[in-house]
């Protein structure tokens, strides 16, 4: 007998899949480098009235996640409008994949 799997955790800086250690405590980021950026990040918002919990987004970031949240929308009303016109199942799956994609591509913050 198994025990429970483990729910697949992301970056909590940059939203990367993090690999699972297996066992003790799950990691928070991917790499040493998403540590440090949100360790630097933490810091400069000491001390201020922004959240510590704040995310905190150059205005490219931010434009890169809006284009990103875009190509979601696109991907889905492509779905949408394959299905309504009766696509084959081979056409809806290559689209649902590719909308997948996109969308865990958008979860990623930076």
Not at 9 to 28: F, K, Y
Not at 77 to 82: P, S
Request: charged share 30%; proline share 2%; glycine share 6%.
């Amino acid at each position: 007998m198994t025990g429970p799997t483990r729910r697949q955790q992301s970056c909590v800086w940059c939203g990367r899949e993090v690999a699972d250690a297996g066992v003790g405590r799950r990691r928070r980021y991917c790499k040493q480098s998403c540590r440090q950026r949100a360790y630097e990040q933490r810091s400069a918002v000491k001390g201020t009235t922004i959240a510590a919990d704040s995310t905190i987004l150059t205005a490219a970031e931010a434009e890169a996640a809006m284009d990103r949240m875009f190509e979601v929308r696109c991907a889905a009303e492509d779905v949408a409008t394959a299905a309504g016109e009766g696509a084959d199942p081979a056409e809806l799956a290559e689209l649902c994949a590719t909308l997948v994609r996109l969308a865990r591509d958008a979860e990623r913050l930076r």
